[in-house]
């Protein structure tokens, strides 16, 4: 110093002075992990490229209401006396007009919708009538009312709330009833093969995983389930006590799965489980203090999971990896509209020159509005980005039913030796055309025998609907039986006049 005092500053070497600057530096640097879609953002559709005048359902079930493959898009609407639903080319966005040709068959407000991932003309859909029906829709939509569908399916004795496809296999379908029961159905036989009755209360969603293998639950009852589903035995159990569980999703080949829920504390969680031991979550986190239910959605290409509240306007979306902290923050997007529900587009349906990598369909109840959000990747070059677009799943099932059932989890069709779906690349645009036929069986009318019980055997009603559809069966029979009745009478009568004849005839 000037007036030659010793600095205590001096004292320290100048490594350490630089070496205690780097110290602080790091420690003021954000934790933030490189990411290739850390700029990934959203775009919502264009007014003409939007979907209007849709009566949308005011149904207050926990379920989208929306289904979407390349070709069509179905949504559940409101109707009276019974249940209904709209499918619109995926082409043929702007306003809809008001009579504009419905599926509507059953006898009750329609719970589910899914389209068949190898037929894209197939759709599923369940009823508050407790049936499952399979129907198939014609190229270029519906021109008139649908009433009839190819295949009926009665299993439950109550409500179905659920449905979906299995992910690798053709032609299998499970269902998810109020009975408390998952039924698996082979659409070649149009019957239930295996009944799956581990659960105590209502099933609230199911997920499988990539080659589907195993399915995971989620129940009132506050238990998250790993199953094997070709045995129904319960593989791991996790009964969740400070979160309970609302929606799971298998994290496609990591062997993890998410569940979202509520806390201890009424606060909206989503939890990370290894999916070989249930004991404990591996991580939790809080995300905020809305009532809405949170619908996870996971994108295994990119490994990017997406989550959207009921009612909220924004999608929140992390990058999921392996290691910690497992779950990385990426963005939001947001817009003042509620969501009711929201469909998925296939990946090979998504714009691939645009770098889209996954897309929504929005349901806007208020408005009647669909509105399509698309999630992009921002990228200068204008050639096909093959670091977001890996081999994907297309429209070509790995294994048949009696395969799948058989115990075997990948098919000829497969070209790895893993298991897993039938990959496929979106380099040259997927157009490839399917040449699978869905060929409905012709059904009698019998008992439906699974694991020893008859399930259309003395089903009581548990729901209004259920009471009036058992007692316009019973009119109807009740009118048969009067008709065969007045007929034999008549019979009898003929026969006892050409009786009298005959007998008059041999007297003269």
């Avoid at 449905?163 to 239930?192: M, Q, R, V």
């Avoid at 290894?274 to 979550?281: G, I, R, V």
């Avoid at 979306?317 to 779950?327: C, I």
């Avoid at 997927?430 to 055997?457: H, M, Q, T, W």
């Amino acid at each position: 110093t000037r007036n030659g005092a010793i600095s205590e500053w001096s004292l320290f070497p100048l490594c350490n002075i630089l070496l205690l600057v780097c110290v602080l530096q790091m420690s003021w640097r954000p934790t933030y992990r490189s990411s290739k879609f850390r700029n990934v953002y959203g775009k919502v559709a264009n007014r003409e490229h939007c979907f209007e005048g849709i009566p949308i359902t005011k149904n207050v079930h926990d379920n989208h209401f929306c289904a979407v493959n390349s070709k069509f898009l179905a949504i559940v609407t409101e109707s009276a006396g019974g249940g209904s639903f709209i499918v619109i080319p995926v082409t043929q966005s702007g306003r809809i007009d008001p009579h504009h040709p419905k599926v509507c068959g059953h006898q009750g407000n329609v719970l589910d919708i899914k389209w068949n991932p190898f037929h894209e003309n197939i759709i599923a859909s369940c009823s508050e009538d407790s049936s499952v029906r399979i129907w198939e829709i014609p190229d270029g939509g519906l021109r008139r009312n649908m009433t009839e569908a190819i295949l009926e399916l009665y299993g439950h004795s109550r409500r179905v709330g659920l449905i979906e496809w299995h992910p690798t296999c053709n032609g299998i379908l499970f269902s998810a009833g109020y009975d408390y029961k998952i039924l698996i159905w082979n659409l070649e036989i149009g019957e239930p093969v295996k009944m799956i009755d581990c659960h105590t209360d209502v099933i609230l969603c199911v997920s499988f995983n990539t080659e589907g293998s195993l399915l995971a639950t989620t129940c009132k009852d506050k238990k998250l389930r790993v199953i094997e589903p070709r045995s129904g035995q319960v593989l791991q159990e996790a009964n969740c006590k400070n979160h309970k569980v609302n929606r799971v999703v298998f994290l496609g080949n990591m062997k993890r799965l998410l569940t979202t829920g509520v806390s201890r504390w009424n606060t909206r969680q989503i939890a990370l489980w290894d999916q070989e031991d249930l004991s404990m979550p591996i991580i939790e986190e809080e995300i905020d203090g809305l009532s809405g239910l949170l619908f996870p959605f996971y994108d295994a290409d990119t490994h990017m999971l997406y989550l959207a509240g009921k009612g909220d306007g924004n999608i929140r979306y992390y990058e999921v990896t392996t290691e910690k902290p497992y779950l990385q923050y990426l963005m939001e997007f947001r817009s003042p509209a509620p969501q009711k529900g929201l469909g998925v587009m296939p990946k090979h349906g998504l714009d691939v020159g645009a770098c889209e990598v996954f897309r929504f369909y929005k349901l806007v109840t208020l408005k009647g509005l669909i509105e399509p959000i698309s999630m992009i990747v921002p990228r200068r070059s204008e050639t096909y980005q093959e670091d977001i677009y890996p081999m994907t799943p297309g429209t070509e099932p790995a294994l048949s039913a009696d395969e799948w059932l058989s115990g075997i989890n990948r098919g000829k069709l497969y070209v790895c030796l893993t298991a897993g779906p039938v990959l496929i690349s979106l380099k040259e645009g997927y157009s490839r055309p399917n040449k699978l036929v869905f060929k409905a069986p012709v059904k009698e009318k019998k008992s439906v025998v699974v694991n020893g019980i008859d399930l259309l055997e003395n089903v009581p009603p548990r729901t209004e609907n259920e009471l009036l559809r058992m007692f316009f069966r019973q009119q109807d029979e009740l009118r048969r039986l009067k008709d065969e009745l007045s007929q034999k009478d008549i019979k009898i009568r003929q026969l006892e006049l050409e009786l009298y004849w005959g007998i008059g005839q041999s007297l003269t």
